[in-house]
């Protein structure tokens, strides 16, 4: 039983970095539309004026956010691996 317990946390461990991931991959895309289309637009607000300005290329940041999301998930999943492993031995 101890051993299932164990297994079951490490995949809900599992389950919930990758939901974060999304979730992060979903805050970006919005925050992206939302600096893109003020870009566009005219800039109303002080602070979205720098965001504005600092902002990148959307197709470079689209590629680092994909990188960073890759990274991460290899990450969780090399952990996952390692724990499994672990409690297996």
């Given at each position: 039983?101890?051993?299932?317990?164990?297994?079951?946390?490490?995949?809900?461990?599992?389950?919930?970095?990758?939901?974060?991931?999304?979730?992060?991959?979903?805050?970006?895309?919005?925050?992206?539309?939302?600096?893109?289309?003020?870009?566009?637009?005219?800039?109303?607000?002080?602070?979205?004026?720098?965001?504005?300005?600092?902002?990148?290329?959307?197709?470079?940041?689209?590629?680092?956010?994909?990188c960073?999301?890759?990274?991460?998930?290899?990450?969780?999943?090399?952990?996952f691996?390692?724990?499994?492993?672990?409690?297996?031995?």
């Amino acid at each position: 039983m101890f051993y299932f317990d164990k297994l079951l946390n490490l995949i809900n461990t599992l389950r919930q970095k990758i939901s974060t991931t999304r979730a992060i991959l979903r805050t970006n895309q919005k925050l992206r539309e939302i600096a893109i289309a003020t870009k566009q637009e005219s800039e109303e607000s002080v602070k979205i004026t720098e965001l504005v300005e600092v902002i990148p290329e959307e197709n470079e940041w689209r590629i680092y956010e994909r990188c960073a999301a890759i990274t991460r998930l290899y990450a969780v999943y090399e952990k996952f691996v390692e724990d499994l492993i672990s409690l297996w031995l």
